[in-house]
Antibody
Framework: EVQVVESGGGLIQPGGSLRLSCAAS????????MTWVRQVPGKGPEWVSI???????YYADSVTGRFTISRDNSKNTLFLQMNNLRVEDTAVYYC?????WGQGTLVTVSS | QAVVTQEPSLTVSPGGTVTLTCGSS?????????PYWFQQKPGQAPRTLIH???NKHSSTPARFSGSLLGGKAALTLSGALPEDEADYYC?????????FGTGTKVTVL
């Protein structure tokens, strides 16, 4: 079965760091376009970052310089390292390939 | 950052046809924006319906189709079913970064 499962969310204070993981099965994260999308409940989704199969990465202006996308091919896992977190980063974070979405992991940034 | 605009809401009759559009503040939408379309129902994660303008997921019902229409990306639903009532979002890529559309709430009534 093709699926992705996110983990690593939680409650963190402003200025803190978190690393989200996205474990894939049924396909290789190194051979597909992988993205992170976040969504505040009740609002539309916000595109966060993309990692191309060739290694090229891009970020939304709102997270550039603070977030880093990467992958571990041996573990078939995508990551999102989030540093200097802000209250406005609070959202459900989804991992998605071109066709498959996970169920999301909630990140809450609050003091 | 570009602004991607969709109709806020559309209503379609059961069995009817409706076309959702996705426009860009930077000009005409082309295949180079790699348009995506997603469906989201309450309490669920988004689901990919269309990628790269018109390519379907294997699970995308045949009644959904994607195209470019009048300088915009378009999603056409032909033969609407009650279960198609949902929010629909497009996504465009701008030489790297992506931007989601504002979303369309489709009511089947």
């Amino acid at each position: 079965e093709v699926q992705v499962v996110e983990s690593g969310g939680g409650l963190i204070q402003p200025g803190g760091s978190l690393r989200l993981s996205c474990a894939a099965s049924g396909f290789s994260v190194s051979s597909d376009i992988m993205t992170w999308v976040r969504q505040v409940p009740g609002k539309g989704p916000e595109w966060v970052s993309i990692l191309h199969s060739g290694g090229g990465a891009y970020y939304a202006d709102s997270v550039t310089g603070r977030f880093t996308i990467s992958r571990d091919n041996s573990k078939n896992t995508l990551f999102l390292q989030m540093n200097n977190l802000r209250v406005e980063d609070t959202a459900v974070y989804y991992c998605a390939s071109r066709l498959t979405w996970g169920q999301g992991t909630l990140v809450t940034v609050s003091s | 950052q570009a602004v991607v605009t969709q109709e806020p809401s559309l209503t379609v009759s059961p069995g009817g046809t409706v076309t959702l559009t996705c426009g860009s503040s930077t000009g005409a939408v082309t295949s180079g924006h790699y348009p995506y379309w997603f469906q989201q129902k309450p309490g669920q994660a988004p689901r990919t319906l269309i990628h790269d303008t018109s390519n379907k997921h294997s699970s995308t019902p045949a009644r959904f189709s994607g195209s470019l229409l009048g300088g915009k990306a378009a999603l056409t639903l032909s033969g609407a079913l009650p279960e198609d009532e949902a929010d629909y979002y497009c996504l465009l890529y701008y030489n790297g970064p992506g931007v989601f559309g504002t979303g369309t709430k489709v009511t089947v009534l």
